[in-house]
């Protein structure tokens, strides 16, 4: 069997999972007509509304 | 080589993906509002506004009894029918949507984000004919009022590390009058020291 002929330092074992990190939480805004907390430039997923006065539909999702 | 060929290609043949462009031209055309994935809004826009623009030319060309005309904007009316898949959508494309657009020069829809959808997480967009009763926004003057601003404060320190020569003292002296209208001057003569 072939067997490694060094041990791992831990900085190379902590490079090698840098890329596994887990992914940061998006950036949220505060939808300017409910106050829920929604991802921005997207239609508010609890009141419907976009750019405050468009009504793009009632409660559905 | 696909080089500068800007459209995605959605996995389809060209003959799937024009399927696909007109059954959901003539569903727009139709529902005036549809639901879909960012890209394929993003794309869906050049083929509607095409067919928008056909039936513009056509209400374009006035309603004669010129017989040239009449043979002009049936061949429109064809060309718009070879591409969308409904009879009725060709009838509201070269009546109701043509009068509605014919102030509006380009840019018929609107492309709304609603987000990503359970299952495969695609962002999803509603995409939409704008409505009748929405004014041109008057935009361009305000852009253009924005652009020197922005401009001149990405200016400001160019020209100031190019004078850099010039003492420190000059400079509070320099940008107050840099923040108003006739600032292009005063930063032209920056460079030039």
């Not at chain 1, 939808?31 to 991802?39: A, F, R, S, T, Y």
């Not at chain 2, 506004?49 to 049936?74: F, N, P, V």
């Amino acid at each position: 069997m072939t067997i490694p002929k060094r041990r791992c330092s831990h900085s190379r074992t902590a490079r090698r999972w840098a890329g596994y990190r887990k992914p940061a939480a998006p950036t949220m805004v505060i939808c300017p007509n409910c106050q829920e907390l929604m991802l921005a430039h997207r239609i508010c997923p609890a009141c419907g509304f976009y750019r405050a006065r468009e009504v793009v539909k009632a409660e559905e999702e | 080589m696909r080089h500068l060929k800007s459209t995605s290609k959605f996995s389809r043949t060209s003959a799937h993906r024009l399927a696909m462009w007109r059954n959901m031209t003539t569903s727009l055309i139709v529902h005036e509002r549809i639901r879909t994935t960012d890209e394929k809004a993003k794309q869906l826009r050049r083929h509607v506004e095409k067919m928008i623009t056909l039936a513009k030319h056509a209400r374009a060309l006035g309603s004669g009894e010129d017989k040239s005309i009449a043979a002009k904007q049936l061949h429109l009316r064809r060309q718009a029918g070879s591409f969308v898949r409904a009879d009725e959508a060709v009838k509201k494309l070269f009546s109701e949507l043509a009068e509605r657009f014919a102030e509006r020069p380009g840019g018929y829809t609107r492309i709304i984000k609603i987000g990503s959808r359970a299952g495969d997480c695609a962002n999803m967009s509603y995409i939409e004919l704008l409505a009748a009763e929405e004014k041109l926004e008057e935009k361009k003057p305000a852009k253009k009022a924005k652009k020197p601003a922005a401009k001149r404060t990405r200016r400001e320190p160019k020209s100031a590390k190019k004078a850099e020569a010039a003492p420190t003292a000059e400079e509070p002296a320099a940008e107050p009058p840099a923040a108003e209208p006739p600032a292009p001057t005063e930063g032209g003569e920056e460079t030039k020291e």
